[in-house]
């Protein structure tokens, strides 16, 4: 057991997505103008560390799961503790939230709402854990995916002039995730079913799966041009309409081959890639 697979359990890229994905929402709310070194450290950490949590609180609730379809992770094969990663995902949730309290404590004026945002958005990533007997459980990733936007427009004081936006580019992230959590969840039915576990291709079917697929998929370049309307930048224009182009092929692919893990795991990938174009096309919509 070494701190690498512990450090891998909490998928270090999307957790440091998050993170910075709250700074620069904080950053785009505030007009460009940085914030302090303590605000700043706190959205970033707020973001890992929720994140980070929530990861590593699924690799313990899923141990069994993951020994059938992913057995090289490190719980399965036993370089990691199941126990120590639970304790691991409590301890960062706390910090997480116990961050923000901070904040109010030293005076700096945004009261106890980011507190609450990242309270509730924490523990919606560790209930998913949980849920996973629920088909709706997908939902709880998506509407995690939401918060760094969310946490930062509140930390930067919940600018009116943005809320529109906020409110589409929320739903755009919120759809292209449950798009992607199909796409990974066809590629575990198999462990899925053994577990119990009631997924969105177990409880609707594939064909009804690869319809959402190709749907949300669809849709994103309409919810891109939405956001832009409401208030984007020709800068954010030209890199959502890019990324949502590329979630696009992708959706096609997972569509095309529904039960083919070698092109569903890379579409999966590709859709992440997709998706990180798309927070680089949100930091730039104030430009």
Do not use: C
């Amino acid at each position: 057991m070494g701190l690498r697979d512990y450090v891998a359990m909490t998928r270090p890229v999307n957790s440091l997505m998050s993170g910075l994905g709250a700074l620069m929402a904080v950053l785009v709310y505030r007009g460009y103008t940085p914030p302090d070194v303590l605000m700043a450290a706190v959205a970033t950490s707020t973001g890992y560390l929720s994140t980070a949590a929530s990861m590593l609180m699924n690799d313990y609730v899923d141990a069994a799961v993951d020994a059938v379809n992913k057995p090289w992770k490190p719980i399965p094969s036993g370089r990691a503790s199941r126990e120590a990663a639970r304790s691991l995902g409590l301890a960062l949730a706390v910090a997480s939230i116990a961050l923000n309290a901070l904040l109010v404590l030293a005076g700096r004026g945004v009261g106890w709402p980011p507190a609450l945002v990242a309270a509730v958005y924490t523990l919606a990533g560790l209930a998913y854990s949980y849920l996973r007997a629920h088909w709706w459980s997908h939902l709880l990733v998506s509407l995690s995916t939401t918060g760094p936007v969310v946490y930062g427009y509140v930390l930067a004081g919940s600018p009116q002039g943005k809320l529109a936006f906020t409110a589409a580019f929320a739903v755009l992230v919120f759809l292209v995730t449950t798009g992607r959590e199909v796409v990974k969840a066809l590629q575990d039915v198999e462990g899925d079913r053994r577990a119990g576990y009631r997924t969105i291709p177990i409880v609707f079917g594939v064909e009804a799966s690869r319809r959402l697929v190709l749907a949300v998929g669809a849709s994103a370049p309409l919810l891109a041009l939405a956001a832009y309307a409401l208030s984007g930048s020709a800068a954010f224009l030209a890199l959502i309409v890019l990324a949502a182009a590329a979630y696009l092929h992708q959706a096609v692919k997972a569509y095309s081959r529904p039960t083919d893990k070698r092109v569903l795991e890379d579409a999966r990938v590709k859709m992440l890639a997709s998706m990180v174009l798309g927070l680089v096309a949100f930091w730039a919509s104030g430009l």
